[in-house]
């Protein structure tokens, strides 16, 4: 099963902010969470990672709490193209290590 | 990250027949993985498959109906076999990146007739 918890949709309107909140209260402390994202049934597109500090790139920035059990990634200025399924994983940073994914976000950005 | 060709992009096939799924990737990986996503749903992953060794299926999967080949560390196929409409669906290889995580196929959209 997976190990994350997800909201099961969000809007956000165009040039705002998007916060997507992700629940990870088992992970443990090798795992890194990663986000990413599958647009209209494309293959999922990579977004970003971390262990336990901030992570910002060119896409989004990536907040994990103190402690760990939660996380948030923002896109800071949603346009339409980021309409899609925005999945939360955690996972070992090991390419052994299998991606199991949740039900994800449907992240709706409206005009 | 690795870049990944997977072919054919679509099908269409009859029920009862067989359909084989190939995936190329540019780099030489030692894991690659295969998905299935059902319409409307998450991905689901099928089967781990290293060169060398029998593909690990997921609880749910066999290999009689999902017989995987991974002949070197740049291919491997799958193989959709005597198919029922419940069959349709996308299907998605990936191979594992240690910077990115995951690098993804664009996907095999099936439908079985």
């Known amino acids: 099963d997976a190990k994350t918890t997800q909201p099961p949709s969000m809007d956000c309107a165009e040039g705002r902010a998007a916060n997507l909140p992700c629940n990870h209260s088992t992970i443990s402390g090798n795992e890194y969470v990663y986000w990413y994202r599958q647009i209209h049934s494309q293959g999922p597109q990579y977004i970003i990672h971390?262990?336990?500090n901030n992570e910002t790139n060119e896409m989004a920035s990536l907040i994990i709490t103190e402690d760990r059990k939660s996380s948030t990634l923002i896109l800071p200025h949603a346009t339409l193209r980021d309409t899609a399924v925005y999945y939360c994983?955690?996972?070992?940073?090991?390419?052994?290590?299998?991606?199991?994914f949740g039900s994800g976000t449907r992240l709706s950005i409206r005009p | 990250s690795a870049v990944i060709s997977q072919k054919p992009s679509r099908d269409i096939c009859q029920r009862g027949t067989s359909l084989t799924i190939q995936c190329q990737v540019d780099s030489q990986v030692t894991m690659m993985f295969w998905y299935r996503q059902q319409p409307g749903q998450s991905l689901t992953l099928i089967a781990t498959?290293?060169?060398?060794?029998?593909?690990?299926?997921e609880s749910g999967f066999v290999i009689d109906k999902f017989p995987i080949s991974r002949p070197n560390l740049t291919f491997s196929t799958l193989t959709v076999s005597n198919m029922s409409p419940e069959d349709s669906s996308i299907y998605l290889c990936?191979?594992?990146?240690?910077?990115?995580?995951?690098?993804f196929g664009s996907g095999t959209r099936l439908t079985v007739v």
């Open positions: 971390g262990l336990k």
């Open positions: 994983i955690v996972r070992v940073f090991s390419s052994a290590s299998k991606i199991i």
């Open positions: 498959a290293n060169q060398g060794s029998e593909a690990t299926y």
């Open positions: 990936s191979v594992a990146d240690e910077n990115y995580g995951y690098t």
